[in-house]
Every structure is written in structure tokens, then in C-alpha cells.
């Protein structure tokens, strides 16, 4: 059974750092793809970073290359978004999310399981 779990959200300042991270159990004999999305009021859930845990590839949506990582720890159970540099255009709810497979697509339709989400808040 797959089951995320995320932590790490708060309040910080324009240019400051977060570290979110999603417990993640999934089959160990199977790929998956993780990500991260993110909402805001109003808006659409959008993809933010997303990693194959077959192959190795990560890739970012462009609004946040160069600021935000996505990586697993050593033993697998934990994915991680590192975010440096935050804007207050960052400012949403952040889910973690897995499909089996390997890494296709953006929409957030194609993905089955989900974290409950975990709040960032960017103030000028």
C-alpha cells in the first residue's frame, strides 16, 4: 500500500529557505514517479518537481530551476524539496505525490497517490 506524508512547511521572508519532506511507503520491487505540486487559492495545482525513482531523472518547472531540489535520503523512505531563494509567488500548499512508473507527464491527474499537504508562506 502507498502512503505519503508530508512536514516541513512554515512562514519565512522573501529569499529564505525550506526544506519539505514526504515519508513515502511504497512497493520496493516497482518504479515510481514522486513529486511535489503545489495550490493556491483560487488556482490550479501545478507541478513543481517531480523525480523517477527508476531512473534517476528529475526536472523542475522552469519558475523554479536553479532555486528548488528534489532528492530522496539514502535509504529511499523520504523525499525531500529543498527551496532556496523563495518568493512570495511560492507561496502555496505543497503536495507530494506518486504513480507507479516511470515519470510521464505534469498534470496532477496523472497521478494516484497523494500526501495531505503542507503549507509555505513567502512574505515580502
Not at 530551476?65 to 525531500?80: C, H, P, V
Not at 511560492?90 to 496523472?110: F, L, Q
Amino acid at each position: 500500500q502507498v502512503k505519503l506524508v508530508e512536514s516541513g512547511g512554515g512562514s519565512v521572508q522573501h529569499g529564505g529557505s525550506l526544506r519539505l519532506s514526504c515519508a513515502v511507503t511504497v512497493p520496493t520491487t516497482n518504479s515510481y514517479c514522486v513529486a511535489w505540486f503545489r495550490q493556491a487559492p483560487g488556482q490550479e495545482r501545478e507541478g513543481v518537481a517531480r523525480l523517477s525513482t527508476g531512473s534517476g531523472v528529475t526536472s523542475y518547472r522552469d519558475s523554479v530551476k536553479g532555486r528548488f531540489t528534489i532528492s530522496r535520503d539514502s535509504d529511499k523512505t523520504t523525499l525531500y524539496l529543498q527551496m532556496n531563494n523563495l518568493k512570495p509567488e511560492d507561496t502555496a500548499i505543497y503536495y507530494c505525490a506518486a504513480d507507479p512508473g516511470y515519470c510521464s507527464a505534469w498534470s496532477w491527474t496523472g497521478f494516484q497517490y497523494w500526501g495531505q499537504g503542507t503549507q509555505v508562506t513567502v512574505s515580502s
